[in-house]
């Protein structure tokens, strides 16, 4: 496997633990080749310092924020607020848990650049990944974020 088509993710809890450690290592990994995104971003410690510090290629943006989008003005505004940033450190944003047109409309509407869930794809075991050619697909792959 090329380093470049692997992804890990780290959550802020994990990243908070030993910092300078996981800074060392994070590094090491990116020498590499690899990326590094951070996960479930917002529910953790949510520390900007992280942001700052740490040098994610993406970030993925919990899906307790996708789930009340449509609903809760503050969750739409935290969204709002957390592309801007990555934006302005260049760093893409993926969000988690799409699960209705509606919350994909709203975050395409808002320049998120990634999405996953089950409106887009639902899991799929792996003799049926890797023979893309025998799944069914149920989304319109124009209707995906990304």
């Known amino acids: 496997l090329p380093p470049a088509r692997l992804e890990i993710e780290?959550?802020?809890?994990?990243?908070?633990?030993?910092?300078?450690?996981?800074?060392?290592?994070?590094?090491q990994i990116k020498a590499l080749g690899v990326s590094v995104a951070l996960d479930d971003f917002g529910?953790?410690?949510?520390?900007?310092d992280i942001l700052r510090t740490f040098p994610f290629?993406?970030?993925?943006?919990?899906?307790?924020?996708?789930?009340?989008?449509?609903?809760?003005?503050?969750?739409?505004?935290?969204?709002?607020?957390?592309?801007?940033?990555?934006?302005?450190l260049g760093i893409p944003v993926l969000a988690e848990g799409i699960e209705t047109v509606q919350q994909l409309?709203?975050?395409?509407?808002?320049?998120c650049d990634?999405?996953?869930?089950?409106?887009?794809?639902r899991p799929a075991p792996m003799d049926v990944v890797s023979n893309p050619d025998s799944t069914a697909s149920t989304v319109d792959r124009d209707d995906a974020v990304a």
């Open 10 to 27: 780290l959550t802020e809890t994990a990243v908070i633990k030993d910092r300078v450690q996981s800074l060392h290592i994070m590094r």
């Open 43 to 48: 529910t953790g410690y949510s520390s900007l």
């Open 57 to 88: 290629d993406k970030i993925k943006l919990d899906k307790s924020f996708t789930e009340e989008l449509e609903h809760d003005h503050r969750s739409l505004a935290v969204v709002r607020a957390i592309l801007a940033l990555a934006k302005s």
């Open 105 to 111: 409309d709203l975050l395409r509407s808002e320049a």
């Open 114 to 121: 990634e999405g996953q869930g089950y409106y887009l794809g």
